[in-house]
């Protein structure tokens, strides 16, 4: 049998995502064979530390054996059943489950396949409700600056990162913009863990103006992941779910990338001790296993579209593999190792070592302005000048070269801009901490040397 050259044959075929294709022609795709814990091991037998999980995704390590044996259990029972009309015990077993987990009120489950189209989902059904409740004049939307919601155009639009949507937006929609809290450049000089959220004041401002013609705002919970894991006071969202209320204005909460314990907490939420009108969840729902993700809302809100078919109420949006077995498997898989609260435990046992670690590691030098933490996410933001914060200029592309010194030593860590972060699978010892911080430590040392 003829050898495949895997490298070659990948950059004959694939257009890989998030990606400048001629980037690959210095740096091959790493194709992996097999992966353990948070493990990637490659064709060539090198071991590589995900401490990204795969894009946030994977929570309890690659090839789990709890959540890999039930989902081959159910892939000898049942793979895939039309959702519409039809059901299977695992998503009802999931939702029953999910329901005592979740903030107080939210209730009904609808099921798509990835972030981006619950997403989509939560916005249209926000629209929905109010042109069918009397309120047609609210058709807009609200979302802070330097959001992300992923990549379809409604959920594009309701992002602010121009790497991602500048292009687009003569197609996207005219969404109301929030200036979002930025704790690391306060421009009223203040911590943000003794602030009384002096910026929500921009927030007052855009619903003064545009509230009773808004539907909903969309927002990630304390952690905007792809601004660069920029975090904010869980106060925020407690003034956000006031302001909601009194202007009528759904409340969306995008736990897509901070929930199931990503940010200390079941839900980012939760720190706040608030209920959204609309929760998205994807990435950790499954443990990273298969897409699955889903938009949470309320009776109320469900309430609107229940009546005769004849109204022309219903929610007319499905996805061809909305509640797939084989994803609730994984995600029943999920809720039965969190039961346990032995991951629960783990985590109050190595988070603050984690983030004492990448502190002690990293403050030392010269160009790491702040070290930010919430859960096991930790974030070191690189700056030109540390007094005035003044950033790199982008075309240095000063994180791509920790990135790709990492590889070479092991450690797969993706910064975001000059934003170098660790968000590994809640499994991670700490062994695995010395080892990925200190290699990524030399690796910034290395790169900054080299400017």
């Avoid at 990204?52 to 159910?74: A, D, M, R, T």
């Avoid at 997403?119 to 004049?137: C, D, H, R, V, W």
């Avoid at 937006?169 to 979002?180: F, G, H, S, T, Y």
């Amino acid at each position: 049998m003829e050898k495949i050259d895997w490298k070659k044959e990948d950059l004959a075929h694939i257009w890989h995502p998030c990606s400048q294709m001629k980037d690959y022609e210095e740096l091959a795709p790493i194709v992996i064979d097999y992966g353990r814990g948070i493990n990637l091991i490659d064709i060539e037998g090198k071991v590589y530390k995900d401490v990204v999980s795969s894009w946030w995704c994977n929570l309890l390590g690659h090839c789990n054996p709890i959540i890999s044996e039930s989902l081959k259990k159910q892939a000898d029972t049942l793979e895939h059943v039309i959702f519409a009309n039809f059901s299977h015990k695992g998503i009802i077993k999931l939702c029953m489950r999910l329901k005592k987990l979740l903030p107080k009120g939210l209730s009904k489950f609808n099921f798509s396949d990835n972030g981006s189209s619950a997403i989509e989902m939560a916005m249209k059904l926000s629209f929905q409700y109010f042109q069918q409740t009397g309120n047609p004049q609210k058709k807009r939307f609200m979302a802070l600056t330097d959001a992300y919601h992923g990549e379809t155009i409604g959920a594009l639009s309701a992002g602010a990162c121009d790497l991602y949507s500048k292009i687009y937006k003569p197609i996207l929609m005219d969404v109301i913009r929030i200036q979002a809290p930025d704790c690391y450049r306060c421009p009223y000089n203040k911590s943000r863990d003794d602030c009384n959220c002096e910026c929500f004041v921009h927030c007052e401002r855009q619903f003064e103006k545009y509230g009773s013609q808004t539907a909903a705002i969309l927002v990630e919970p304390l952690l905007q992941g792809s601004a660069g894991m920029k975090i904010y006071p869980s106060l925020y969202l407690k003034k956000l779910r006031k302001i909601c209320d009194k202007y009528n204005v759904h409340l969306i909460l995008d736990e897509i990338a901070t929930g199931f314990y990503r940010t200390g907490k079941l839900f980012a939420c939760n720190h706040a001790k608030i209920s959204p009108d609309i929760m998205c969840l994807s990435k950790g729902l499954t443990g990273g296993y298969m897409p699955m993700a889903v938009a949470i809302t309320t009776d109320e809100i469900y309430n609107a579209f229940y009546d005769e078919y004849n109204t022309h109420k219903a929610f007319m949006h499905s996805h061809t593999y909305s509640g797939n077995p084989l994803g609730a498997s994984c995600a029943n898989a999920v809720l039965d190792i969190l039961e346990t609260g032995e991951i629960q435990k783990h985590l109050r046992d190595v988070t603050p070592y984690f983030n004492s670690l990448i502190k002690e590691k990293f403050l030392n030098i010269d160009s790491a302005g702040e070290v930010r933490s919430i859960g096991l996410i930790n974030a070191v933001e690189l700056v030109r000048d540390k007094k005035t914060k003044e950033a790199f200029d982008s075309k240095i592309r000063l994180g791509y070269q920790i990135y790709k010194k990492a590889l070479k030593k092991g450690v797969l860590l993706r910064p975001l801009g000059d934003v170098i972060y660790f968000n590994p699978p809640l499994i991670i010892d700490k062994k695995d901490m010395d080892f990925v911080v200190e290699v990524a430590r030399n690796c910034t040392i290395e790169a900054l040397g080299e400017l």
